[in-house]
């Protein structure tokens, strides 16, 4: 069972969310751009130094502990097992990264996130944090394989795809674990079934993919065999 967190990691955590929350509200009320370090410093009531004992830059702030997700992804790649199912551990892998980061993100609002995606210098950053992530899984697959990840385009794309079903979870403003959950479950489905075998026209019907025909959430597609990944994965095996 895990341990509860030490007084002074509760107090570490408070003092983090702390700085979040000025600096949410900062750039809700003035813009990215007009917000200074030490604008969320003094808004948050604690000194510019400690500010940067929390966070390396104005920019880190907005992904909260994202960065940190990406770092203990590899710890927990690093430290897995190469001689069971590596596209269950890398998914599973992800998926626990993609919750501790929602737990850890209620402070942002789905509009906040997509400064992410619409602000310059926090496009680069987070393209950044993607690219170790994606390096990290296809390191992996290279590992567990017996092949170099960066001369097989196979050990590429799995890393990519199943990076992005975790992508998709902030774009889609997503917060709710039972949501989240049914989410990633719905993601590596599309990859598992092969996204050409009938995700567009799921799309395009009447039933949406969270569902079965009798209207039923499904939850099970943890559970579901991996008809395309396994034999990717069995071709770098056995290829020279």
Known sequence: MPSEPSRRERKKEKTRVDFVRAAVRLFRERGYDATTVD??????????STFFRYFHSKEDVVFVDLPDRATSLKAVLEAAPVDGDAWQVARQAITDEVLTFSNQSQELDPAFVQ????EPE???????????????????FGRATGTDPWSRIEC????????GVGRA????????????????????AVLEQGPAAGAVERLRGPTPP????????????????SPASPEALSS?????
């Open 39 to 48: 604008d969320i410093a003094e808004a948050a009531d604690y000194a510019r």
């Open 115 to 118: 400064l992410w995606f619409t």
């Open 122 to 140: 926090l496009e680069r950053r987070y393209m950044q944090i993607v690219l170790a992530a994606e390096n990290a899984l296809a390191e992996y």
């Open 156 to 163: 590429q794309v799995l890393a990519t795809a199943v990076l």
């Open 169 to 188: 979870i902030p774009r889609l403003g997503l917060r709710d674990e039972t949501t989240v959950i049914q989410a990633l479950e719905e993601g590596f």
């Open 210 to 225: 969270s569902t079965n025909t009798n209207g039923k959430t499904r939850r099970n597609s943890r559970r579901r065999p």
């Open 236 to 240: 770098l095996k056995t290829s020279p």
